[in-house]
């Protein structure tokens, strides 16, 4: 199918004033700060909606899988969106319908009702990031600054993740589950109003441009399954009939889905950045790091609440010097760009965050205090803070300009995945380890008391013990994950020099 440029060709300017280009960072910041925190917040949620709608858990769980699945499936054609139409039009679009999506959310009567406003704000939502990125990639066209700005921009993820359980709680104890959707509404006002102001449109020459539906759609099943089957597969059992239909089909779609794109006129995912090492090696370095972090740390809210006695706020705070140790880090990082080769500074980063992980195997016990989880975090955190504009960096500097859009989503999409990935893994690995740790343990275990409550306790402690060195177990190789990915990177060479940013400005 065939769409039209309707644009006209204007004079090309080579950089945003400097004030502007500062703003146009805080108004993508916002945008991005508003998305993720979204996500974190509505787990927060979960348990009044169940109450609300009067549904069980497992039936309120498919909020975050629908949610997860759309996520996914539209990071791609929003990319590619961006890249065609222009993209302001596409984020102004894509936060536009956040905003109503959130509205929705906040007046849904039943999990129906509440599950498809989800889908809304998912497919809405993930037009952040490809859009977010290039728009960043175009406005800071010195190489330097705009590593320091995307570094500052990736700094927002964190931000959010932390900030998601300091602002809901408070919300929903004092205003009820809606208004975690709710508020949605005058931040996204202001967002969309400082993108309105301050982003220029990036835009080519008028051109007919043929949108791949094929793609989008073989790609769209092949992403649903595999991220379904990720999501499900501990519950369903990976070697369920369910999740075998998954892989099937999953398998299928992504082979149909590299046919079609290898005779695609305008493919939704250009197949010959995978003929570039550099993007290749970039892409498989934050598929590993990330699963190994994400993987891991998504335990630590569980352990503080399950072993800690924390709840949902308290475990927030443990975040605030992650957040503030990736966001000191992630512009330091970016000065080094032009500085260091960034194969140095990405391996020599992501070797701090191994070692962060790390010491959670050492540190984490029932007796552990809060310095004892959030020292490893800011470790963990400006490790990873201080690579990830290097990173970012690279996908935006070896694609020509009119395809940052779609190579940025091509990189969301490996992070997202290799977070579902993680997740899914280390999960599993968890509840194994516990059970084999319980039935070890127990073998050499005596109890010299016949008393009922004796037992009852002594049962409790290995049980106890099992969990806990389960934990150990984890982070311990979620840190020779992420330490893999340390030596992988020193493989990221960029062969030639940045790619021109080449584009109108009107």
């Known amino acids: 199918m065939e769409m039209i440029a309707a644009v006209q060709p204007v004079e090309e300017k080579k950089s945003a004033p400097s004030n502007l280009r500062w703003w146009i960072l805080l108004t993508v910041i916002i945008g991005t700060f508003l998305g993720r925190l979204d996500q ?6 979960l348990p009044k909606i169940i109450d609300n709608f009067g549904i069980s858990v497992s039936a309120a769980g498919w909020i975050a899988t629908a949610y997860i699945l759309a996520n996914a499936i539209f990071v791609p054609i929003w990319g590619k969106l961006g890249d065609m139409w222009g993209q302001k039009k596409v984020y102004i679009l894509g936060f536009s319908i956040f905003i109503v999506g959130s509205i929705l959310a906040g007046l849904a009567w039943n999990l129906s009702s509440m599950i498809v406003f989800r889908v809304i704000q998912a497919i809405a939502g993930s037009a952040d990031y490809p859009t977010a990125m290039a728009i960043l990639a175009m406005t800071f066209r010195e190489e330097k600054e705009r590593s320091q700005a995307l570094g500052i921009w990736s700094a927002s993820f964190a931000a959010a993740a932390v900030f998601g359980p300091l602002i809901g709680g408070p919300l929903i104890d004092n205003f009820g589950w809606r208004s975690v959707f709710l508020i949605n509404l005058p931040i996204g006002i202001i967002g969309l109003l400082m993108a309105m102001t301050f982003v220029k449109e990036s835009v080519k020459e008028n051109k007919v441009y043929h949108f ?3 793609g989008s759609v073989t790609l769209g099943i092949a992403l649903s399954t595999l991220v379904l089957v990720l999501d499900k597969g501990m519950e369903w059992n990976w070697i369920s009939v369910n999740s075998i239909i998954c892989y099937a089909i999953t398998i299928l779609f992504t082979w149909i889905f590299i046919q079609v794109e290898q005779r695609a006129k305008e493919p939704i995912v250009d197949l010959k950045f995978f003929k570039i090492p550099a993007f290749v090696n970039t892409l498989a370095n934050n598929f590993i790091v990330f699963m190994g972090l994400m993987g891991s740390v998504f335990l630590i809210p569980i352990f503080a609440q399950t072993f800690l006695g924390y709840n949902a706020t308290q475990s927030g705070i443990l975040f605030i010097p992650m957040a503030a140790g ?5 512009p330091l990082g970016g000065a080094l760009v032009g500085k260091v080769k960034p194969q140095y500074v990405i391996a020599a980063s992501t070797i701090v965050c191994a070692f962060g992980i790390y ?12 310095s004892d989880i959030t020292i490893p975090l800011t470790i963990m955190a400006f490790g990873m803070g201080f690579g990830m504009a290097q990173r970012t960096n690279i996908i935006a500097s070896i694609v020509d300009a009119h395809e940052i859009g779609i190579a940025s989503s091509v990189l969301a999409l490996a992070r ?3 977070g579902a990935f993680g997740i899914a893994i280390f999960g599993t690995i968890l509840n194994s380890t516990t059970e084999n740790n319980i039935i070890a343990i127990g073998q050499n275990s005596v109890l010299h008391s016949t008393h009922p409550a004796d037992y009852a306790t002594f049962v409790q402690l290995i049980i106890l013990k099992a969990q806990v060195s389960a934990y150990d177990t984890v982070f311990f190789i979620a840190s020779l994950v992420v330490l893999v990915g340390a030596i992988g990177a020193f493989w990221i060479r960029v062969d030639r020099e940045k790619v021109g940013v080449k584009v109108h400005v009107e």
């Open 212 to 214: 791949d539906w094929w």
């Open 40 to 45: 974190t917040i509505v787990n927060l949620a």
């Open 359 to 370: 010491l959670f195997s050492v540190f984490i016990d029932p007796g552990s205090t809060a």
């Open 326 to 330: 990736m966001m000191f880090a992630a």
């Open 416 to 418: 997202n995945l290799a």
